[in-house]
């Protein structure tokens, strides 16, 4: 990749260090950018998304009635560990969107925060490429 940078042109040691910081960052850009794919494609398969109101019908009062001491202490201890579980289950496919925008903004905050780094460092280097590829043409 850090032949691609210099564009088949004759370089220097200096613009080879140049591309190659370039395309390191390049490479993290895209580890990045297939990470945020990652976690947007995990996200409606997460438990808590998938499971959403799988127990709601356990929630009814009559339930409770019929069930003895010992399995409705159980009941409860997984309402407190599941609670979405119980939950009512999604209206529509806005509120899903809505609830899988809320689990994945922090993890996508820092993969943006990462990829503007990792950007940032390639197109610094590319400044830096171009200017030492100017400078060995004005000097041959």
Known sequence: MAD?????RPF???AMVFAR???????????VAEA?????SAASRHP?????????HLNDVEVFAEMDDELLKILKGLMSLSPHRFADPFEDDYEK???????VSQKLT??????????NQRDKALRALTEAMCQSEHTS
């Open 36 to 40: 945020r794919r990652q976690v947007w």
């Open 12 to 14: 220097d040691e200096k």
């Open 110 to 119: 820092k993969l943006i925060r990462y990829e503007r780094r990792a950007a």
């Open 48 to 56: 808590v998304i998938a499971t959403r109101g799988m127990n709601v």
């Open 97 to 103: 969107e809505a609830d899988i925008l809320r689990f």
């Open 4 to 8: 691609d940078f210099l564009g088949g």
């Open 21 to 31: 910081a370039a395309a390191e960052a390049q490479v993290m850009v895209e580890r």
